[in-house]
């Protein structure tokens, strides 16, 4: 039987309590040390284990989790959660709080991830009804940049359009082991289902246009990715300039990982120099501009879908070329998406490379 250790430093007042249905205290140990942390043993089968928060305070709580067998596993039990009202964390959205008097009811594995661990958090509020939580938590070198990214891109795209993309509460690390980190978000219920072309272009759309352009010209304050794969968001003052430093860098990573490539490395001095001035260059000379806009920029089927008790869609997984993205003629996103988004927005002069263009962006 696998174990998990938490240690709880309880607030004055705060007490444990349990949930009596489909729980069972076998296996379960506990006692107080010096500095009055409350140890326990949980067998993760048995997790319906409650923390009341007293209903009077704003307690601070700190937390640890450790698992025999499995760094990760010790996430399950989201201690994290009930820490975030002593805003002790890397990253909080000040507008958003865990209610005071909030009480753990149960953690549960959430969704599908390649490269993190998703929970749904289910808490009871003081006047007995129910708030969720979609919890992330991800470990390695990379994994403190993925959640930040993640965070700061989510929380752009909801100044644009809120009704587009979850609400994001914090992010930080998670106390043991250090180098996990956790994103934490309102829950959204999704039915998995692709929503509608005309609607859901036009959202896009609005996120778009309606953001004011950076000064700084093309790029983002903080690092983002996608997956594992830091991208490189360096402000540049042109379009070309941005998608050259992009694309390098991107090449650089495929390199490390798989080696050198005798086709990239012949064909990668055209992209640059022939291929990428002759496409891009023209979108921002002869007189005519472009803006820089926010985009969600990992827009593939597996990050949209349709909010269940508004069917409205829904965005996620952000990395702040949305369009190369639905190229591919294996992608249930297609060419009837890009046709819906030009009803919204007009292609950018010159008119006619924009399938060249779009080509390029899918590399």
């Known amino acids: 039987m696998r174990l998990f250790r938490v240690k709880i430093k309880l607030a004055e007042g705060a007490t444990l309590t349990r949930n009596t249905l489909n729980c069972s205290w076998q296996g379960l140990r506990k006692y107080w040390d010096s500095e009055a942390l409350l140890a326990i043993d949980i067998n993760p089968m048995e997790s319906r284990k409650l923390l009341q928060l007293p209903s009077t305070q704003s307690p601070r709580w700190i937390t640890s989790l450790g698992c025999q067998d499995n760094p990760l596993d010790q996430n399950i039990m989201a201690g994290k959660l009930l820490q975030l009202v002593s805003r002790e964390l890397d990253t909080l959205n000040e507008d958003v709080a865990i209610p005071t008097g909030s009480r753990l009811v149960r953690v549960s594995r959430h969704g ?19 708030k969720s939580y979609f919890l992330k938590v991800a470990d390695g070198d990379n994994a403190a ?21 979850p609400r994001p509460i914090a992010t930080g690390v998670c106390d043991s082991p250090k180098h996990a980190y956790f994103l934490l978000y309102d829950f959204v219920d999704m039915t998995g289902a692709l929503p509608d072309a005309i609607t859901f272009t036009a959202m896009l759309a609005k996120l778009h246009m309606d953001g004011k352009p950076p000064e700084e010209g093309y790029g983002f304050h903080v690092p983002s990715y996608h997956g594992t794969l830091e991208q490189k968001n360096v402000w540049e003052p042109t379009w070309e300039e941005f998608f050259s ?26 992209v640059f120099s022939k291929v990428i001035p002759r496409l891009l260059r023209p979108l921002e000379t002869r007189g005519r501009t472009i803006k820089p806009c926010l985009v969600h ?28 993205e639905w190229r591919s003629t294996r992608s249930e996103i297609g060419h009837k998406f890009i046709t819906a988004y030009h009803l919204h927005v007009p292609k950018s002069p010159p008119e006619e490379d924009f399938d060249d263009r779009n080509a390029l962006y899918s590399m």
């Open 112 to 130: 599908k991830s390649l490269w993190n661990q998703t929970f749904r958090v289910d808490t009871e509020l003081k006047d007995k009804t129910t």
């Open 145 to 165: 940049g993925m959640m930040r990214g993640e965070f700061e891109s989510i929380t752009a795209i909801r100044a644009i359009c809120p009704e587009l993309a």
């Open 297 to 324: 920029g990992d827009l593939w089927r597996g990050n949209i879908s349709t909010d269940a008790a508004t069917g409205q869609p829904i965005i996620f997984d952000a990395c702040a070329n949305e369009l190369g």
């Open 245 to 270: 430093s992009a694309l390098q860098h991107s090449l650089g990573l495929e390199e490390h990982v798989h080696g050198p490539n005798k086709i990239l490395k012949n064909l990668s001095p055209i």
